[in-house]
């Protein structure tokens, strides 16, 4: 099965049109859901459609030329690169003592990896003549 851009496009919309209902129905009632089990599924279900997208990124990646492919892995190593060091820079201020991160400061980490990733591979799609990149 072959995605294009425009099915791609509109799967991961979908994908994250749930994740918005999940943040804003469900999220709310974490910290109040009765047992284990139920708050655990409260809180783990705003990620699920976050999975499904990072396997449609993986299969349309795996899919493409070898450019393309080329683009989107340097794109991934230098998000990785840098939000790494960010994050063992928060962990050792935290360490540390000089700062308190945030109970839900980890939630950031996926959203800052996919920013980085995204300017990056903009970058790089420039650098080598792709325009936006598809």
């Known amino acids: 099965m072959h995605y294009s851009r425009k099915r ?7 994908l994250m049109a749930i994740y918005a209902v999940a943040i804003v129905v469900l999220w709310p009632h974490v910290r109040e859901a009765q047992g284990l089990t139920a708050k655990a ?9 976050v999975i499904g997208v990072v396997w449609l ?22 998000a990785s690169g840098v939000v ?14 000089v700062a308190a991160p945030r109970d839900d400061a980890l939630i950031w980490v996926f ?6 990733y995204g300017l990056t591979r903009w970058g790089v799609s420039r650098h080598y003549g792709k325009g936006s990149g598809e």
Do not use: N
């Not at 791609?8 to 979908?14: H, R, T």
């Not at 959203?111 to 980085?116: F, H, K, T």
């Open 111 to 116: 959203p800052s990896l996919c920013a980085v």
């Open 84 to 97: 790494a060091s960010l994050s063992l820079i928060v962990g050792f201020l935290g360490a540390s003592g």
């Open 8 to 14: 791609y496009q509109a799967a991961v919309l979908i």
């Open 41 to 49: 599924a409260l809180a783990i279900a705003p990620a699920l459609p």
């Open 57 to 78: 990124m993986t299969w349309r990646v795996i899919h493409s030329d070898e450019l393309e492919q080329r683009v989107h892995l340097i794109a991934l190593s230098v």
